[in-house]
Structure formats: structure tokens, C-alpha cells
């Protein structure tokens, strides 16, 4: 069964940079070949792409949003993604999840999510 | 900037069926949108319902079905069951690597 991990809950200060990790495993997984988006949801609010880091090491989409904050890394050694967002404000607090793209945005597998908490 | 239109919420009763819609602010939704649906309870991840304008996700029931309806993709859930009661997310995706979720229907089943 596969499985995506993500790390745990965080508490950062506004102005600070938080990072999330996603780790794929299960059977047959052959990570380079999917695509891993990174979605947010505000307290109370609606799901939000952020963005994808592609396939077959072909780099990352960032939504518009999103630019310039946020990058998103993988290491196909450990089948890890990362997300980092940084200059954190108030209304970044939210559970992010990761969530696996076989391709034509057929996504399948879904992390737990991650609550991240910004507060001073 | 097009934005992901949804209905905010929707009422079903049990053993009904309900259509969810899915349209964009400017344009039309087509199958090169690859739209995708999603279910969520409260405190859960989202769950995979459709993907392709019409593709199950594995272990989806088949009262699940996608389609486009005019101009905006559609989800049909027939025989509406009392744990079907959740929010759906419809995802669009925009070309250029982007894609957009709607802002998401809150489905009551009473």
C-alpha cells in the first residue's frame, strides 16, 4: 500500500521560513515518475494549490501566489518531497498537504497533512 | 485572473441523485482541463473521487460519476448515501503547469 509521510505539526513566528517533508513508499514505487503537488487549507477555508515539482527532475510550477516564498525540492534517494515557505504571515497557518499525480492530474494518494501555526 | 466557480452548497435526500457543477469564471471547462474531483470530512484528507473528467479512483463507488455537462464539468452522485455528506472539490487545470481548486460544495444528505 503506498504511503505518503508527512513531518509533524509546527508553530513559527511571523517572518520565519517553515519546512515540510513528504515521504512516498510502498510497493512498485518508482517516485521520479509522478508528479507531487503541495496543497494548503486555511482554517474553515477551501483547498489551495501551491504548486508541483515535476516529474523526471523537469522542475517546479509555482501558483502565481506563491512566487518568490516558496520552493519545493525532491530527493529521489529517499522518494522526499519538501516544501518550503518563508517571510511566514498570520494567514499562512493552515494544515498543508502533499499529494501524488500519476500525470493528466491524476492525483492518488494523499499525506495526512500538516498543520503549521504562525503565531508571535 | 479565471476563477473556479462551484456551488457553495447543495441538499440531497437519501436515495436521491445530485449533480455538483464545476464551471470558470471566463471559458469553458473541457476534457484538456483534466478535471478532477475531491471528497473531504472534517479533519480528513481529501480523498480521490474522480480524475480525467470521468476515471474512478481506485475503490470508488461506481454511484460516483464524472462528466462534462455545457460548459463545466459535473459530478453525479446517484443513490446518495448519508456518508456521502461532505465538502467536493472540483480541480482544473489551467495549462503551463498550474491548476486551480474551486472554492468547493458543501453537500447535506436529509
Known amino acids: 500500500q503506498v504511503q505518503l509521510v508527512q513531518s509533524g505539526a509546527e508553530v513559527k513566528k511571523p517572518g520565519a521560513s517553515v519546512k515540510v517533508s513528504c515521504k512516498a513508499s510502498?510497493?512498485?514505487?518508482?517516485?521520479?515518475?509522478?508528479?507531487m503537488h503541495w496543497v494548503r487549507q486555511a482554517p474553515g477555508q477551501g483547498l489551495e494549490w501551491m504548486g508541483v515539482?515535476?516529474?523526471?527532475?523537469?522542475?517546479?510550477t509555482y501558483a502565481q501566489k506563491f512566487q518568490g516564498r516558496v520552493t519545493m525540492t525532491r530527493d529521489t534517494s529517499t522518494s522526499t518531497v519538501y516544501m518550503e515557505l518563508s517571510s511566514l504571515k498570520s494567514d499562512d497557518t493552515a494544515v498543508y498537504y502533499c499529494a501524488r499525480d500519476k500525470g493528466g492530474n491524476s492525483w492518488d494518494y494523499w499525506g495526512q497533512g500538516t498543520l503549521i501555526t504562525i503565531s508571535s | 485572473q479565471t476563477v473556479v466557480t462551484q456551488e457553495p452548497s447543495f441538499s440531497v435526500s437519501p436515495g436521491g441523485t445530485v449533480t455538483l457543477t464545476c464551471g470558470l469564471s471566463s471559458g469553458s471547462v473541457s476534457s484538456d482541463s483534466y478535471p478532477s474531483w475531491y471528497q473531504q470530512t472534517p479533519g480528513q484528507a481529501p480523498r480521490t473521487l474522480i480524475y480525467g473528467t470521468n476515471i474512478r479512483s481506485s475503490g470508488v463507488p461506481d454511484r460516483f460519476s464524472g462528466s462534462i455537462l455545457g460548459n463545466k464539468a459535473a459530478l453525479t452522485i446517484t443513490g446518495a448515501q448519508a456518508d456521502d455528506e461532505s465538502d467536493y472539490y472540483c480541480?482544473?487545470?489551467?495549462?503551463?503547469?498550474?491548476?486551480?481548486f474551486g472554492g468547493g460544495t458543501k453537500l447535506t444528505v436529509l
Open positions: 480541480l482544473l487545470y489551467m495549462g503551463s503547469g498550474i491548476s486551480v
Open positions: 510502498g510497493p512498485g514505487d518508482t517516485f521520479i515518475t509522478y508528479y
Open positions: 515539482s515535476n516529474r523526471y527532475g523537469a522542475g517546479t
